[in-house]
């Protein structure tokens, strides 16, 4: 039962940590107090996340896979290009960046790689039915 004047939103515990990424570079930041929990470097201008109950992907030059809440490195992968774009749905992991696309499993196994020879080296948009990843290249 809830307290009077209290929504069910405010009883829930909040995640404990807020993921950033800032520059090629991802944070983790405790929620309550700011401070800084954990970093690395995915390096590059720019670092695209995505994050889960129990991952982060982080994607710059590098495509780190961290444990949530911790921050502890799981596997990481070298890209050979920026990511613009990162997409993670159905056990796959779509990177984007520089006119090419490579799909990696969620223990960070390259599966395949289109480098769209012909057609530049343009900002990507990734898209699958019910989430769409939009090139970001501002940074």
Request: proline letters at 0%.
């Given at each position: 039962m809830l307290e009077s004047g209290m929504s069910y939103r405010e009883t829930e515990a909040p995640a404990p940590v807020v993921v950033v990424a800032?520059?090629?570079?991802v944070f983790g930041l405790d929620r309550r107090t700011g401070a800084r929990l954990w970093e690395h470097e995915v390096g590059g201008r720019f670092a695209r996340i995505a994050v889960t109950a129990d991952r982060v992907l982080?994607?710059?030059v590098r495509l780190l896979c961290l444990e949530y809440p911790?921050?502890?490195v799981l596997w990481t992968a070298d890209l050979p290009w920026t990511a613009w774009t990162l997409l993670w749905s159905g056990g796959q992991i779509l990177v984007a960046g520089s006119g090419e696309v490579a799909c990696y499993s969620e223990l960070g196994e390259q599966l395949w790689h289109d480098g769209f020879r012909g057609y530049g080296l343009s900002a990507v948009a990734l898209g699958l039915p019910g989430v769409v990843a939009e090139a970001d290249v501002s940074g």
């Open positions: 800032l520059g090629g570079h982080a994607a710059g911790t921050g502890a």
